[in-house]
């Protein structure tokens, strides 16, 4: 059985990188272990940022608000995160990283790191800063709040 996948969508970068993309969640689903990467992506949020309202939060990363709850609620029984009243604005939750936060942060990054060298294993490190730079500009390209990133 010949399985190879059509030459013509492999000339398209979007088709290439749509399963490159595939396998690269799939890898980083695996690799967080007993994190989502929404926890993951809220603990590197509030690690890059600060203590931050709820909303804000998840307007940052696009999140649904009903969802970043879900999570804020997993990751605060875990002791990940706190959740306070702000002091400026009682209407708000303000949220901080814990120490053991960052802890599981560190954890979980270091197990990204081992999934995306399986992921990018045929490339070189100069080829890896390549894709990467040229990734990020493109992303940048269709949202603007990526602007810096590579």
């Given at each position: ?21 595939r ?5 980083s ?8 990467l929404?926890?993951?992506a809220?603990?590197?949020a509030l690690e890059?940022?600060g ?7 998840g307007?940052r ?24 009243r ?5 209407r ?29 294993g045929?490339?070189s ?7 990467h ?18």
């Open positions: 059985m010949d399985d190879r996948l059509p030459p013509r969508l492999l000339a398209r970068p979007a088709y290439v990188l749509s399963l490159l993309g396998n690269a969640r799939a890898g689903v695996a690799a967080v272990g007993d994190l989502r929404g926890h993951v809220v603990l590197a890059d940022f203590p931050q309202a709820q909303r804000t939060l307007a990363l696009r999140q649904d608000p009903s969802d970043v709850v879900g999570l804020l609620d997993d990751l605060q029984a875990r002791g990940l995160i706190t959740r306070e702000d002091p400026e604005d009682r708000r939750h303000r949220v901080a990283i814990t120490a053991s936060g960052r802890r599981a942060l560190k954890a979980a990054e270091r197990r990204l790191d081992r999934a995306e060298s399986e992921l990018l045929s490339l490190a100069s080829e890896r800063a390549t894709l730079r040229l990734a990020a500009k493109a992303l940048a390209g269709v949202d603007p709040r990526a602007q810096g990133a590579g």
